[in-house]
Structure formats: structure tokens, C-alpha cells
């Protein structure tokens, strides 16, 4: 199952305590302290790598525990260190207070990492206690609790290019010619109830990354439909390409489409974007749209794919460098 945002709750580990103790030797009958401090908590940390594409792996989790560190011993023993918990998130996953609904952090990055919560500090043994005028401190202290937090992780997927359209209109269809990506294809709408990824492979072996994001309908920006659940798959997109079924009024279709990115997002209208018409194989199919340049392909039969492909190419120059090159 996709999950593109989830909220949870995370603890950091407690700080093991310190202990008192005494230098007990044969030859040493007035040793001193001797009790070390305890160990620091683990922290909760998330880092971001490109082998995820969901959060799904957070939903058996409301609660997330690093490891508490371990108190102190005898003979000026330091406690271990609690075991920090380390989660991986897709890049794009952001990190928002699930209370005042901030931003936090937005990990974009193979690598990247955000300390969500740091572990608590160890208590002190009675060793740390003594002094010149007090050599035989009796007191120890408690470690501190780690930090606590709830927040939500959105998911923006990143991606090169995103494929733009209304139900049906064969953006998975397009997906599949295009890269060797299997996306469920059928001929009915909203074949498509999560985003799909792919890439395409050049001779220089650059690569484009495409997102296939479910089909937009008319007030998609109001949410209705799958609505904004998926519209800001888009956003992160260096460029953008309407796919037009070519055999059902295309220009209808490429106005309203602009008309809810617009509604949604102005800036997404500024992005470099492509006109394709696809399903050119049909007879009843519009080849042309009045003033717009248009490419003609049919995805299904795989007409025109190659030339897509160098289209493709040249428009994620207008768009900035492919995503994790």
C-alpha cells in the first residue's frame, strides 16, 4: 500500500542513572569514590535514501523508542550508550509538528539525516562528586529522559518529469512504453490509486526519473477525488507533461487541467511543460491543438516513443539537472 503521510510519535532513550561506590582495597582503606556516570540515551534519527518510494513501513508504529543507556558501575565504570534508532525515509518525506504544523525539515538528499530527538543525558556517580574538601561524596543523580516528539511525515516524491492528465487518458500506459516500470493498465478510470515511478535510460546512461500520479478531475484542487492526496506529488517535478487523449476533445481536457494546477499551485503553470497527445492511433483521434505545440504518440501500439524520449531529454534541460545525478 502507498502512504504518502503519516503521523507518529517518538521517544528518545532515557539516561542511565549514576551509582555510588566505594574503592575497596587491601592496601587502600580510605580509596575514595569509585561509581561512574551512567550512559547518554539513543536518539530516534530518519535519513533519507533513494530505495524507498512510501512511508508504509511506519504504519504498524505509533510509537517509536530508542534504546535507554545503561547506568554506571563500580570501579568508575561509564554506562554504554543507548542504541540510537535509525529510520529510513523516501527522499522528499518532510517533517512536520504535528501540533503547530511547522516545517521541521525536508530531507531531499540521499544521506541526509535529522536527529529527531536526542537522547537524554547519563546521571553522574559519586566519582564526579568529589573534591578537595568533599573526598567522600555520597550522591549519585538520575540520568535525564530523552526528548519527546509527535510529527507528521508528508512524502513529495521527487521526480524529473511528471506525467499530467484525466482519467484514462493511458499516463500508465505511457509509463510502461517508456521505462520498464509495470504500473496496473486498464481501460477504465482511475486505474491509478497511487503514484508510480520509472526511468528512462539513455546511450549516455543519463537517467530521467518519470512520476505517473493518479488522474485529475475537474475541482481535483478542492480535493475532490483522490484531489490534493496526490497533487503534491507534482510539485517537486522540474518539468511536466499533459498527456491528452487525442480521441476525447484534448483541448477541453488541457484547459481544465491547467485550470486546477493553477487552482492548486500558480507555480506549477511556470515549469517547463510538454503537450502530448496520445491514443493518436484511433481514428476519431485530434491531431492538432489550435496554437499549442503538440507531440503525437500512441503509447499502446508504441508509435513515437523514440522520439518522446528526445523530447523528454531536451525539456528537463529547460528544468534543471535530472534528480540524483
Not at 493511458?170 to 486498464?186: E, F, H, I, N, R
Not at 491509478?192 to 528512462?200: M, R
Amino acid at each position: 500500500m502507498f502512504v504518502d503521510r503519516i503521523q507518529i510519535r517518538a521517544t528518545a532513550g532515557k539516561g542511565g542513572n549514576g551509582v555510588i561506590a566505594w574503592r575497596r582495597e587491601k592496601y587502600l582503606p580510605k580509596g575514595g569514590p569509585f561509581g561512574g556516570g551512567g550512559g547518554y540515551g539513543g536518539d530516534v534519527v530518519l535519513e533519507a535514501t533513494e530505495n524507498l518510494f512510501s512511508l508504509e513501513d511506519f504504519r504498524p508504529f505509533s510509537h517509536l523508542k530508542a534504546e535507554n543507556g545503561k547506568g554506571g558501575g563500580s570501579s568508575l565504570q561509564q554506562g554504554r550508550r543507548g542504541r540510537s534508532l535509525h529510520l529510513k525515509v523516501p527522499c522528499g518525506t518532510r517533517i512536520i509538528d504535528a501540533k503547530t504544523n511547522a516545517l521541521i525539515d525536508d530531507l531531499t538528499i540521499p544521506g541526509q539525516k535529522h536527529i529527531l530527538c536526542h537522547g537524554g543525558r547519563g546521571g553522574r556517580g559519586n566519582a564526579s562528586f568529589a573534591t578537595s574538601r568533599r573526598r567522600a561524596p555520597n550522591i549519585c543523580t538520575e540520568g535525564k529522559p530523552g526528548e519527546s516528539c509527535e510529527v507528521i511525515l508528508e512524502l513529495k516524491i521527487i521526480a524529473d518529469i511528471g506525467l499530467v492528465g484525466l482519467p484514462n487518458a493511458g499516463k500508465s500506459s505511457l509509463l510502461a512504453a517508456l521505462t520498464s516500470a509495470d504500473p496496473k493498465v486498464g481501460a477504465y478510470p482511475f486505474t491509478t490509486l497511487a503514484p508510480n515511478l520509472g526511468e528512462v535510460i539513455f546511450e549516455d546512461y543519463q537517467r530521467i526519473r518519470i512520476a505517473d500520479v493518479p488522474g485529475i478531475i475537474h475541482e481535483a484542487s478542492n480535493n475532490r477525488g483522490l484531489g490534493l492526496e496526490f497533487l503534491r506529488h507534482i510539485e517537486r517535478t522540474k518539468a511536466l507533461v499533459f498527456v491528452l487523449d487525442a480521441s476525447d476533445n484534448p483541448t477541453e481536457a488541457l484547459a481544465l487541467l491547467r485550470h486546477e494546477l493553477e487552482n492548486y499551485n500558480k507555480e506549477l503553470l511556470e515549469k517547463p511543460s510538454l503537450i502530448l497527445l496520445n491514443k493518436c492511433d484511433i481514428e476519431e483521434a485530434e491531431r492538432t491543438l489550435i496554437g499549442e505545440e503538440t507531440l503525437c504518440i500512441s503509447a499502446l501500439a508504441k508509435s513515437g516513443i523514440d522520439p518522446l524520449k528526445e523530447e523528454l531529454y531536451q525539456l528537463l534541460q529547460l528544468g534543471g539537472k535530472p534528480a540524483f545525478l
